[in-house]
């Protein structure tokens, strides 16, 4: 059952941490991340010199969605300008077909803007379509595979690239009709 209300996006803090591994566990039983991950990830994620970006999607008191995303510097670290790693989107299945995907994502994209990223990459499972789809729609494009990425079940990951996230995070509020602030 989808609740009647809009999910709220906020940035993850550490006592989101045990929602989000009941809902990754849910999602992703094989190759679940632990809580040190997501620890880890977090550490990176506030102050000035933060290179990451985390947020969840809450309905009530309850976690429906995750995602993070990785910066590799700004674009004054080199001259080919910075780039980011799209890390986990998750999405809880009585929330699945309601747009949440699309407003993390979207929140995502706006962090590596905000990163000046040149471009966004991320590995998907090769059977995940629906997460593909998703993405296609935001323009990524598929640049190659990593064999046997996912463990222990030995899945396929699609890797996905994205030039210019912020053309890319214009389209989709320009195709929307509205500003998806969360």
């Avoid at 990830?41 to 102050?47: P, S, T, V």
């Avoid at 929330?95 to 803007?113: C, H, I, K, M, V």
Wanted: proline share 3%; with cysteine.
């Amino acid at each position: 059952m989808t609740d009647a209300v809009t999910p709220r996006l906020r940035e993850m803090r550490w006592w989101d941490i045990d929602p989000v591994l009941e809902l990754e566990k849910d999602l992703f039983p094989e190759d679940a991340w632990s809580r040190g991950m997501f620890w880890s990830e977090l550490a990176h994620a506030r102050g000035p010199e933060a290179t990451r970006r985390y947020v969840v999607a809450v309905s009530g008191d309850r976690v429906v969605g995750y995602a993070g995303l990785a910066s590799a510097g700004t674009a004054s670290d080199s001259d080919s300008g910075a780039g980011a790693d799209i890390q986990t989107i998750a999405v809880a299945r009585d929330q699945w077909g309601t747009g949440l995907g699309s407003r993390l994502l979207t929140e995502l994209l706006r962090a590596a803007t905000a990163f000046d990223c040149a471009e966004v990459l991320l590995e998907c499972r090769v059977d995940n379509v629906r997460a593909q789809k998703l993405y296609e729609r935001f323009g990524f494009e598929a640049i190659g595979f990593r064999r046997g990425y996912y463990q222990p079940g030995n899945v396929d990951a699609l890797v996905m690239r994205l030039t210019d996230p912020a053309a890319s995070l214009r389209q989709e509020e320009d195709d929307q009709g509205t500003d998806t602030h969360g």
